[in-house]
């Protein structure tokens, strides 16, 4: 289990080089690749990290690192389901609890789900993180992704 201080300074790492890979952009797709790169490369306590692009009310898998994962995930079933639905971070300290939890990968313990939105306040994807531990992610994982979902807001086109 990682320790708090290891996590913000990992976290630390990963939104600062963020930061550096955005101002440089491009090309929004190719930057959301290397967000879930620079993420999976820092976050010691992930095994999977990928984005479902919210398309016409259904998931759909976008730029992801880890093992092959569902392309569609429909809207009313599973945590990032719930994460659109409820427009709101979705923590799940153990999946076997969670009603409705889409195991794509049986490795999966805990996992998070934060939503992406638009400058608008229009909800486009979701950014989804598993571990293969349970209890996971917390308050600091919220923060942190949150800081990263917001560095996005303005390039969603
Ligand atoms: N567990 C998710 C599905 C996505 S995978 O974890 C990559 C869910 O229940 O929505």
Redesign the pocket.
């Known amino acids: 289990m990682i320790d708090d201080m290891t996590k913000e300074k990992n976290y630390i790492a990963a939104i600062r080089e963020i930061g550096i890979r955005l101002q440089k952009g491009g090309d929004f797709y190719a930057d959301l690749c290397n967000v879930t790169a620079v993420l999976k490369k820092h976050l010691d306590h992930v095994y999977?990290i990928?984005f479902?692009f919210l398309k016409d009310s259904r998931l759909v898998l976008g730029p992801?690192q880890g093992t092959p994962?569902?392309v569609f995930?429909e809207t009313g079933?599973?945590?990032?389901?719930s994460c659109v639905r409820e427009k709101r971070v979705i923590i799940v300290p153990d999946?076997r609890t969670?009603e409705?939890?889409?195991?794509?990968?049986p490795v999966?313990k805990s996992?998070i789900?934060i939503p992406c939105f638009d400058r608008n306040r229009r909800l486009r994807a979701v950014l989804?993180l598993?571990s293969d531990s349970p209890d996971s992610f917390d308050e600091i994982d919220r923060k942190n992704l949150e800081k990263v979902t917001q560095c996005l807001n303005e390039l969603w086109v």
Request: hydrophobic share 45%; net charge negative; proline share 0%.
């Open positions: 999977w990928g479902y992801f994962a569902c995930i079933k599973g945590v990032c389901a999946v969670f409705g939890h889409i195991a794509c990968d999966s996992e789900a989804d598993d």
